[in-house]
């Protein structure tokens, strides 16, 4: 699978942000694609997944209601919507794809995209 983000800007406090992933390759009833983030200093985080078959999605705790994720296997992407974006959010966005179901761990994810940056000014 090839992964290919886009989507990261500057943005205020307060902003949204939509990013996708085009993807490529073959798919499984198994694979999850995953979005993740990573800021300066700081170990990579998990923000959400999505199962590519059932659409059924999984968010870090204190991500849900905030940030919203989506698939789209007419187009092969998998989009993260980011609302009320803060300070704190600014980070290299992730994209990233495993065959082995769902999963919060980086380490468990065998493909990945090149990142997009996102950074929210206050």
């Known amino acids: 699978v090839q992964l290919q983000a886009s989507g990261g800007g500057l943005v205020q406090a307060g902003g949204s942000l939509r990013l996708s992933c085009a993807a490529s390759?073959?798919?499984?009833?198994?694979?999850?694609m995953g979005w993740f983030r990573q800021a300066p200093g700081k170990e990579r985080e998990f923000v959400a997944a999505v199962s590519w078959s059932t659409g059924t999605t999984y968010y870090k705790d204190s991500m849900k209601g905030t940030f919203t994720i989506s698939r789209d296997n007419a187009k092969n992407t998998v989009d993260l919507q980011l609302n009320n974006l803060q300070p704190e959010d600014t980070a290299i966005y992730y994209c990233?794809?495993?065959?082995?179901?769902?999963?919060?761990?980086?380490?468990?994810?065998?493909?990945w995209g090149q990142g997009t940056l996102v950074t929210v000014s206050s």
């Open positions: 390759g073959r798919t499984s009833s198994s694979t999850f």
């Open positions: 990233a794809a495993t065959y082995r179901g769902y999963a919060n761990d980086p380490k468990r994810y065998d493909y």
